[in-house]
């Protein structure tokens, strides 16, 4: 049987961008070697400026790297056609979010996810896509916002539905950064709760989910990678990577990491406890 191609391959992989403002040559990512396979749940942690964003392009086809070789769903960047490798892929970020027009219902907010298109395609659409919508939406716990006009949702239900967005085109990789920023406790839990839905609905599916919080990260996530000033710390299986000691390197603070049921936390290690760690 064929080795399946890795979802994602860094290797020396450097993105650099000229700063007027700090009249320089800034490093965003320093010779990142990373690899996704079929199947892996990853999470992406680091503290503001690590990287992540532009690690994201670059796995989104969205980014070309300054030197080194980025390969997604087996099509290397620079040798493909770009427009329709994102055909391939899911993702979801805050611009999207921003872009979509919020007098859309829940469903054709969703619908517009079929063609990876911000305006509603309908002369396009058939019953069928109608039913896998809706079969999304259940799937993420958003089946009661069809009617709800997108801009009149919580954050959280926006979330989810454009999750369900992401997934209208059967992508072969799913891509979310920062999806639960902003929101509150019931709304990151009905966030993680729909991913874990996914993996156990859709376990062929890769994921990448970036996120500065450990509290954020779904039991489903099954790998870590950890960045800081663009570089890799560590990468491999979460609970060899999320360790007190890493993830404190990681963020420049000492930090206490815990695991309870699949669920991570953090905590900052103060004053007698700091000195003693």
Same mark, same amino acid.
């Given at each position: 049987?064929?080795r399946?191609?890795?979802?994602i391959?860094?290797?020396?992989?450097t993105?650099?961008r000229?700063?007027?403002s700090?009249?320089r040559?800034?490093r965003?990512?320093?010779?990142?070697?990373?690899?996704?396979?079929?199947g892996e749940h990853w999470?992406?942690?680091?503290?503001?400026?690590?990287g992540?964003?532009?690690?994201?392009?670059l796995?989104?086809?969205m980014?070309?790297?300054?030197?080194?070789?980025?390969e997604?769903?087996?099509?290397?960047?620079g040798g493909?056609d770009?427009?329709?490798?994102?055909e391939r892929?899911?993702f979801?970020?805050?611009?999207?979010?921003? &872009?979509l027009?919020?007098?859309?219902? $829940? !469903?054709?907010? *969703?619908?517009?996810g079929?063609f990876?298109?911000? =305006?509603?395609? /309908?002369?396009?659409l058939t019953?069928?896509h109608?039913?896998?919508?809706?079969?999304?939406?259940?799937?993420?716990?958003?089946g009661?916002?069809a009617?709800?006009?997108?801009?009149?949702?919580s954050q959280?239900?926006?979330?989810?539905?454009?999750?369900?967005?992401?997934?209208m085109?059967?992508?072969e990789?799913?891509?979310?950064d920062?999806p639960?920023?902003?929101?509150d406790?019931?709304?990151?839990?009905g966030?993680?709760?729909?991913l874990? &839905?996914?993996?156990r609905?859709r376990? $062929? !599916?890769?994921t *990448?989910?970036?996120?500065?919080?450990?509290?954020? =990260?779904?039991p /489903?996530v099954?790998?870590?990678?950890?960045?800081r000033?663009?570089?890799?710390?560590?990468?491999?299986?979460v609970?060899d990577?999320l360790?007190g000691e890493?993830?404190?390197?990681c963020?420049?603070?000492?930090v206490?990491?815990?695991?309870?049921?699949?669920r991570w936390a953090?905590?900052v290690v103060?004053?007698e406890?700091?000195?003693?760690a």
């Open positions: 049987m064929a399946r191609a890795a979802a391959a860094l290797r020396g992989v993105v650099t000229w700063s007027a700090a009249g040559e800034l965003l990512l320093d010779a990142v070697d990373w690899t996704v396979g079929a999470v992406v942690l680091g503290p503001n400026g690590a992540k964003t532009t690690l994201m392009h796995a989104g086809a980014a070309q790297p300054s030197s080194g070789t980025v997604v769903l087996g099509a290397r960047l493909v770009v427009r329709t490798l994102r892929i899911g979801v970020d805050a611009r999207l979010a921003r &872009s027009r919020g007098g859309y219902s $829940g !469903l054709q907010t *969703v619908l517009t079929a990876n298109t911000i =305006i509603l395609q /309908s002369r396009r019953g069928a109608e039913e896998r919508a809706l079969a999304l939406m259940a799937l993420v716990s958003a009661e916002l009617g709800r006009r997108f801009e009149d949702c959280g239900e926006r979330q989810r539905l454009l999750l369900a967005r992401a997934l085109a059967d992508p990789l799913l891509l979310l920062e639960a920023a902003g929101l406790l019931p709304g990151r839990e966030l993680v709760g729909a874990m &839905s996914l993996a609905d376990p $062929g !599916l890769p *990448v989910t970036v996120t500065h919080h450990l509290e954020e =990260i779904a /489903s099954t790998h870590a990678l950890l960045l000033g663009g570089a890799v710390l560590a990468a491999g299986p609970a990577v360790t890493r993830v404190s390197a963020f420049g603070v000492g206490d990491v815990s695991a309870r049921r699949g953090a905590a103060h004053g406890d700091a000195a003693a």
